[in-house]
């Protein structure tokens, strides 16, 4: 079959110039950043075109050098598959291999944004995306840009500032704009299955393809020095304070997704849908939602939690995503504060004792022990993954929890009820008890 390029894809607009550098080219980039993007400059135009960053891993960057930058979004809504060809990309590089190249292109004046996905992990001082970085914004001389974090972090913005302050100064910040933003749509990682489904209805090649649910979401604070695409044009939410939809996303999205994951995973579910459809479960994610994460958020006007619970569960059951749960149980470590040791900080100092969040939370301490309900072992894919394994004691690493928790000696018999509980009865068999 042939390959897609310029020449086989038919109509497909050409990249302006380049506008924005991206770092992290995961597939979560490709299908919402670059697609915002390619709609706000049909919608505005600009010189907006995205000079991709590949941090490492050449596995996506070598198949878009390959396609002249070209590459799918299979949007999946059930059975129904709705490609689109993107083609937003003015060039690629590899920072492992070619770092002068990317600190020459983040100095370029004409280069007013740089976006970033590059993991929760990525966010401490040294990490060698933030060194690079450093290194490019110290060369541009004070020329106008906006660094915009895309990563689930609360606050994602002022932490970037913090950490490029620390390296450059606080006259970093007069040229230099760190909008927070929440950024949403479900993108899992790419498999055989994705390849060959664009092969279907594309009647091409795609090694750079991804498969996205139709929903998509960003919100971003508007501190851009150097201007921006219209992503307003295109659907995106600009606002002064993006921190009630944070909340939103961090606790309801993502507490959800991980305890699908952590819950799922121990019970065998391989996927996010199939974990939501465990007996019991669909009840108990609602519950979570509504006794332990609601009371801890202030949701935007006209928001209810309950209503955008409804909405993420409904977006979890799409089966077209074969979502797997090990993907997103990854790097847990560096996940839970933010996705549920929040909520359960909250429900403690409010004098309450979360349920299901601390459910999930056993849930998690089990996984990071390597055995699934049924014997079979489950992978730790974590950075701190020695740490959590070696230590007799989670809840004193205080890396990953407030240290309030440590003391808190409610906390600990309600943990270690819910411990005992799935070990005598496994996932199943709690969920049935919670009915
Ligand atoms: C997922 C998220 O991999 C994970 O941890 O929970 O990436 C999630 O799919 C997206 O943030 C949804 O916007």
Not at 50 to 64: E, G, K, M, Q, T
Request: contains cysteine; glycine residues 10%; negative net charge.
């Amino acid at each position: 079959m042939e390959r897609l390029s310029r020449a086989t894809a038919g109509d497909v607009p050409k990249a302006p110039g380049t506008g924005i550098v991206h770092l992290g080219l995961g597939a979560f980039h490709r299908a919402h950043q670059a697609v915002f993007t390619a709609d706000a400059i049909a919608a505005g135009g600009g010189d907006w075109g995205i000079a991709a960053v590949a941090p490492r891993s050449r596995s996506v960057l070598d198949p878009l050098l390959e396609q002249d930058l070209l590459y799918s979004v299979l949007t999946l809504d059930g059975e129904r598959v709705t490609p689109r060809v993107l083609g937003v990309h003015s060039q690629a590089l590899h920072a492992a291999s070619e770092p002068d190249a990317v600190e020459r292109l983040l100095a370029d004046p004409a280069v007013r944004i740089v976006t970033l996905t590059v993991t929760e992990k990525a966010y401490r001082p040294g990490s060698a995306v933030l060194d690079l970085l450093v290194r490019g914004l110290r060369a541009r001389a004070g020329a106008p840009i906006a660094l915009v974090s895309c990563d689930n972090l609360p606050s994602n913005g002022r932490r970037l500032r913090e950490l490029v302050v620390a390296e450059l100064g606080p006259s970093i910040v007069d040229s230099t704009g760190f909008p927070s933003t929440m950024v949403d749509r479900i993108v899992p990682a790419s498999t055989e299955a994705t390849y060959a489904t664009a092969r279907e209805v594309l009647g091409l090649e795609d090694r750079a393809t991804v498969g996205a649910e139709p929903f998509h979401a960003w919100v971003l604070e508007d501190d851009f020095p150097g201007g921006r695409p219209a992503w307003d044009r295109a659907g995106a939410i600009i606002t002064g304070d993006v921190g009630p939809w944070e909340g939103l996303k961090l606790r309801v999205v993502l507490g959800v997704h991980s305890a699908l994951a952590y819950l799922g995973a121990l019970a065998g579910a391989p996927t996010v849908d199939r974990a939501l459809a465990l007996p019991g479960m669909r009840d108990a994610v609602e519950r979570f939602i509504a006794t332990d994460i609601a009371p801890t958020l202030s949701p935007p006007d006209g928001v209810t939690v309950e209503e955008f619970g409804r909405g993420a569960l409904a977006r979890f059951a799409n089966s077209a995503l074969r979502h797997r749960t090990l993907q997103i149980a990854m790097d847990g470590s560096q996940k839970l504060p933010q996705r549920l040791l929040g909520t359960i900080a909250d429900r403690r100092a409010a004098g309450s004792m979360p349920r299901y969040a601390t459910l999930v939370l056993a849930a998690w301490m089990r996984f990071v022990r390597g055995v699934a309900d049924d014997g079979t072992a489950l992978p730790l894919d974590d950075p701190m993954a020695e740490r959590l394994r070696e230590t007799g004691d989670l809840l004193a690493l205080d890396a990953v929890f407030p240290p309030a928790f440590a003391d808190d000696t409610e906390l600990r018999a309600q943990l270690d009820a819910w411990g005992r509980d799935l070990d005598r009865h496994g996932v199943l068999g709690v969920l049935e008890g919670l009915r």
